[in-house]
Structures are given as structure tokens and as C-alpha cells.
């Protein structure tokens, strides 16, 4: 296992429980246990988290993996996701991404689609996540419109008021969110409140709303809300979610896909 592997798995795993030890995480990763405090006293360089006398905790309270760190998690299902989120999306319409890692998978997406490989322009794509941006310039069938702002590096997404005044001078035929929670009577939910801010922004300037988000981030809330979920036209999530929460979704009339 390399060690940028290692270190997604480390970091999830803090996540998920709080505390490791040594002893553990080696146990798991199948690595020696010096391998292991090698990486975490590397990572609590970065501040990725707190070393502790045998193990580590997260750093912080409320604590949000950059993105950088997530792309392995849930990865397959992600990839399904993007594919029936892209496939919702008709040519020649102007849609909107916010950051994140399904978001990103998305735009993949989107860019191999054979029906979007010309036209004039066969997409307006309207962000405000840098990496999404720099992947899809490359496309010049592609319009790409980028918000201004100032970057949040955990998710490469702008915020502030410079984004504000670009978003409320466009209209588009489509959001698509990513979310770290949706749930039916919270909402969707991000853990920044700047960002939460510009993503309720984009919702509200869109015809129909499209929460792309796998089954870990169902029935969850977060700090920072961004819509709540009668704004919501489709969710999009994997074969994993439990029936009755797909239920209760369906129940507040939101169309879900499951894939």
C-alpha cells in the first residue's frame, strides 16, 4: 500500500471513530507499527490530526477531511452516482456544480458523454470549484463559467461576496449539489457556512435541484444548511440506502434514484 493510500485510510478511519492506536491501525493496514507512527507524526505535521501517547485523534471539534484525503472513500458508488446524475442533464443546458468529490465525478461524467462532444456550446457549466474548472476547460465544446470569490482549500470551492454578485446575475437549468448530509426534515447540509451560503445561492438560481450523494450521507445533518428538502427535485444515491429512508425521501416528494 503506498503512502498516499495509507494516509486516505488513516484519515478515514479517524474520522469514523475518533481515536487510533498504533497498534491498531497497523493491525488493520497490515504495516508495521513504526510505519504507523511515522504517518501519523507526519500527518500531525500537516495538523491532519492530533498525536496522542500511542495512537491519534482527530484534529478538532468538527473536523472535515480535505478534499485531497476523500476521493477513495466510497469511490464506486461515486462513480455510479455521477453517471445517472450526468445522464440527467440534457444537452445545450446550463448546469451548475458545487465542490466536492462526487460533484467532480460528475463533471467526468459529463466531459465522456458522446451526445456533449460538440456543439455551441453543447454545456454551460457554472462553478465555483477551482479543480472542476481546471479539468473542464480542456473541453471547448464546454462554456465554463467560474465564479469569482476566495478559495476554501479543503474543498477548492470560492466563497465569499465576489460570488456572490456572479451567481445573482445568471439563471440556471440545473444544480447539482454535493453534500456532506441530507436528510428529510434538515435539509442538505455542508460543514462551512460560507460555502453552505453560495451553494443555497446556486440552488436558488436554478430551474431544478439534483442532491448527488451516497448512501453514508443520508439521514445525517451537519452544521451548515444549505437548502431544505422540499427545494430538492432528485436525489441521487447508491443501492445501499435503507428502503425506509429512500421512503421518507419519497414521501416529501423528492424523485430518488437509486444506482
Known amino acids: 500500500m503506498s503512502r498516499d493510500a495509507r494516509w486516505q485510510t488513516l484519515l478515514a478511519l479517524l474520522v469514523e471513530r475518533g481515536r487510533l492506536d498504533v497498534e491498531e491501525a497497523a493491525a488493520e493496514l497490515s504495516v508495521s507499527a513504526a ?7 507526519q500527518l500531525a505535521e500537516q495538523q491532519m ?10 484534529h478538532g471539534v468538527s473536523y472535515e477531511l ?24 440534457a444537452p445545450g443546458e446550463a448546469v451548475g456544480l458545487t465542490g466536492g468529490t462526487t460533484t467532480t465525478e ?8 458522446g451526445d456533449l462532444a460538440s456543439g455551441s456550446p453543447a454545456l454551460t457549466v457554472v462553478t465555483n ?31 465569499g461576496p465576489l460570488a456572490d454578485s456572479v451567481l445573482g446575475q445568471i439563471t440556471m ?24 451560503a453560495i451553494n443555497r445561492l446556486l440552488c436558488e438560481r436554478a430551474e431544478r435541484v439534483i442532491v448527488a450523494a451516497d448512501s453514508s450521507k443520508l439521514g445525517r445533518r451537519a452544521f451548515a444548511r444549505i437548502c431544505a428538502a422540499e427545494l430538492v427535485d432528485t436525489l441521487v444515491t447508491d443501492t445501499a440506502a435503507a428502503p425506509d429512508t429512500v421512503l421518507r425521501f419519497e414521501e416529501a416528494g423528492i424523485r430518488v434514484v437509486t444506482v
Do not use: C, M
Open 129 to 159: 470549484a477551482l479543480n472542476i474548472a481546471n479539468e473542464l476547460a480542456v473541453r471547448p465544446q464546454f462554456k465554463i463559467v467560474v465564479t469569482g470569490g476566495v478559495a476554501r482549500p479543503q474543498s477548492y470551492e470560492l466563497i
Open 106 to 113: 460528475v463533471a467526468r461524467a459529463l466531459a465522456v458523454r
Open 35 to 41: 510505519t504507523i507512527r511515522r504517518d501519523f507524526d
Open 49 to 58: 490530526l492530533v498525536r496522542t501517547r500511542g495512537g491519534a485523534v482527530v
Open 173 to 196: 437549468d440545473v444544480a447539482v449539489l454535493g453534500v456532506v448530509a441530507f436528510d428529510v426534515t434538515h435539509g442538505a447540509a455542508a460543514h462551512d457556512e460560507a460555502e453552505a
Open 66 to 89: 480535505p478534499l485531497r484525503y476523500k476521493t477513495a472513500r466510497h469511490a464506486t458508488e461515486k462513480q455510479r452516482i455521477a453517471k445517472a446524475v450526468a445522464e440527467l442533464v
